[in-house]
Structure formats: structure tokens, C-alpha cells
């Protein structure tokens, strides 16, 4: 991998971890009731540029995962390798959601700025805390609810070997069977998560050209449909935008790609860019721990400012850049006097 697409991951990723603080930044429906222009605005930013960010996440997941991987020994090393760089930081930072909850609950008049109590769940037996706490809480998400993506990779990753031997003997062709599978109700596995990782997966393995040169205007033309597509969407919701999700997404992603060809040169350095080199390298990091505080900032922010129309919208619309900054900050720290702790909380990364 060339220094320009090393680069050009690490900064797709930071912008998909913004749309993600995005869309955890949005207010309930009851919150901002009767108010149009907040309730368009983060439908627009939320649901419409942000659903990209997660099918994104598992394509570079995909793509980095099979990238130089050639035989079974290989793929089993990588799994390995994971254990430290996927499922230890899931395990801890499902474990500080939960202390988290419970110390904010316990410390007088800060309760308000959570959405749920935590104190139930301990009135239930230890199988079902576990359970609910490390894998499925009732609604299909563990109780750290942004943590479904890093527990439905990692069930991707364990099960590896297989689409492994599918790519060898069957190319990229079981994708779009996967693809269709989406289609239908397929209970307790993660379909949606494996297209979308699949697909990065045939680009580092050659089946899919992975050079993407599909021209300036192409790009800004896929980019400018997605966003006319968006605002359709938007403005006239019909059953039928449920059926082509997948497709409106995927042009987005492409569009994305190539137009970031024509916006950054090839002369591009990340390196040279202190702060934005530092922001891209606590992604991960702002991903496992950014709920609930993400939540208390927002809040906090709605609390000062007013629960207005405005208040809400302006609340919405900063706090997941003042959220990024101070992460970015207490990141920083962490690394500097507790880098052992923090190596192990985030996988090395």
C-alpha cells in the first residue's frame, strides 16, 4: 500500500467517524417535535450523508483484513492478530459504558444528562448481564448500542476462513448472492455487515479493480446523484427507497472515493498536517468511547444554551466537532502518561 491510499483510509475514516458522532447527536423525535427545520437537518446530515459511514468502516475492514492474504495459515494469523486489535478493546470499552452509566447515575443531579438508567440491569441474574452487556441487550445492539459494528466484525473476522475459500473458488460472484440476501429476513447473522465487507474484501484481493479511475467528471456526477437521491429521499419518503438502500449507498461510497482523487493531489502528506494527522489517528479511539459522553455533551450544550428550536439545532450541529477536539485532547494525555493502558483500551492503534 502506497503512502497516498494509506492516507487517504486514515482521512475517509475520520470523516465517517464524524457522520457517526452525527448521527448519535441527533434529538429523540419527542425532543424536537413540531420543529421542521431541526428535524430536516438531521435527517439530511444523519440519515442521508451518514448512513455511508458504517458500509465504509467494513469495507476498509474488509479491504485491509484480505489484503495479502493468500492462504488459510495467513488468514488464521490475522484472526490472531485481532484478538488484540478488535476484541479486547470491545470488551473494555463494553465494560466502561457501563461504569460510566453507573458512576454518572450515582453523582447527584447528573442523571439527567443520560437517557436510560443502568441500575436495572442489575437486578437480573449474571447470564443475562453478560449477555446483555457483551452481545444483544434486547433490541439487537449490546447495551454500549454503537458497539454492534465491532461486535458484528468481529463475528466476520472469526468466521474469515470462510470467505476466504469463497473468494478463492468463487471470486467476488457470492457477494451478490450475499447482496440479495439482504432482501430477506436472515435472523442472528450479520447479512448487511458481511456485503459490505465482503465487497472491501474483493478489492484487496483483485477480484474488483481497486485502482477505481473513474474520472473526474464521473466522480462528481456519482456525487451530485447521491446527493439529488438524498434529497428525493428526504423530501418524498415512499417504501420503494428501502429496496434500493443498498445501491443509493454504494453511489455514495464511490462517490466519495473518487471525488477525494480530484480534491486532495497526489502530492498530499498527511504527516505534514499536524492536527489533522492527530485527529486521524484517534479515530478508533473517539469510536469505542465516544457513548454515553457523547451524549452528555450534547445535552449539556441544549441545557445552556436552552431547549429551544435553536438551542437544539445549534447543539446538534457543534457538539460532535467540540466532542472530536476534546477526545482528540484527553486521547492525547492518555497516551502521553498511561500509554500501556491506552495500547491495550484501543488495540495499538
Known amino acids: 500500500m502506497n503512502q497516498y491510499l494509506s492516507d487517504k483510509i486514515k482521512i475517509l475514516s475520520a470523516i465517517a467517524i464524524l457522520f457517526v458522532l452525527y448521527i448519535h447527536s441527533g434529538f429523540h423525535a419527542d425532543e424536537i417535535e413540531g420543529m421542521k427545520l431541526n428535524h430536516y437537518v438531521q435527517a439530511m446530515i444523519s440519515g442521508m450523508l451518514g448512513r455511508c459511514a458504517v ?5 476498509i475492514s474488509g479491504y485491509l483484513f484480505f489484503r495479502n492474504t ?7 494469523k490475522k484472526i490472531k492478530k485481532r484478538v488484540r486489535t478488535l476484541l479486547i478493546p470491545y470488551v473494555i470499552s463494553c465494560v466502561f459504558f457501563v461504569v460510566f452509566y453507573v458512576i454518572v447515575e450515582i453523582i447527584p443531579d447528573t442523571s439527567k444528562f443520560m437517557n436510560n438508567t443502568m441500575m436495572l440491569l442489575f437486578e437480573k441474574d449474571w447470564k443475562t448481564i453478560t449477555v446483555s452487556v457483551f452481545y444483544n441487550s434486547g433490541d439487537g445492539s449490546p447495551l454500549a448500542f ?4 465491532l461486535r458484528d466484525l468481529i463475528i466476520l473476522v472469526l468466521l474469515s476462513p470462510v470467505w476466504f475459500l469463497l473468494f478463492k ?3 467476488w460472484s457470492w457477494i451478490v448472492a450475499v447482496f440479495l440476501l439482504n432482501y430477506f429476513s436472515v435472523s442472528n447473522f450479520p447479512v448487511y455487515a458481511l456485503f459490505w465487507f465482503g465487497f472491501g474484501g474483493a478489492f484487496a484481493n483483485g477480484n474488483i479493480s481497486a485502482k477505481c479511475n473513474h474520472g473526474k467528471v464521473i466522480s462528481f456526477v456519482l456525487l451530485i446523484s447521491f446527493l439529488i437521491i438524498s434529497f428525493l429521499q428526504l423530501f418524498y419518503a415512499n417504501g420503494i427507497w428501502e429496496y434500493i438502500q443498498i445501491p443509493v449507498i454504494m453511489l455514495g461510497v464511490i462517490a466519495l472515493w473518487g471525488v477525494y482523487n480530484y480534491i486532495i493531489p497526489s502530492t498530499f502528506t498527511l504527516q505534514r498536517h499536524t492536527w489533522l494527522s492527530k485527529i486521524c ?3 478508533f479511539f ?3 468511547f465516544h457513548e454515553p459522553t457523547l451524549n452528555i455533551v450534547r445535552k449539556l450544550i441544549a441545557f445552556i444554551i ?5 438551542g437544539y439545532l445549534i447543539s446538534y450541529l457543534v457538539s460532535p466537532w467540540i466532542f472530536m477536539i476534546v477526545a482528540v485532547i484527553v486521547g492525547i494525555i492518555l497516551k502521553k502518561y498511561v500509554s500501556k493502558l491506552y495500547n491495550i483500551a484501543t488495540g495499538g492503534r
Not at 436552552?306 to 435553536?310: A, D, F, H, L, S
Open 281 to 283: 489517528g484517534f479515530t
Open 169 to 171: 473458488y468463487l471470486k
Open 146 to 149: 454503537h458497539l454492534w459494528f
Open 70 to 76: 493468500n492462504s488459510i495459515y495467513s488468514v488464521i
Open 286 to 288: 473517539i469510536y469505542l
Open 306 to 310: 436552552g431547549k429551544t428550536e435553536t
Open 55 to 59: 458500509p465504509l468502516f467494513y469495507m
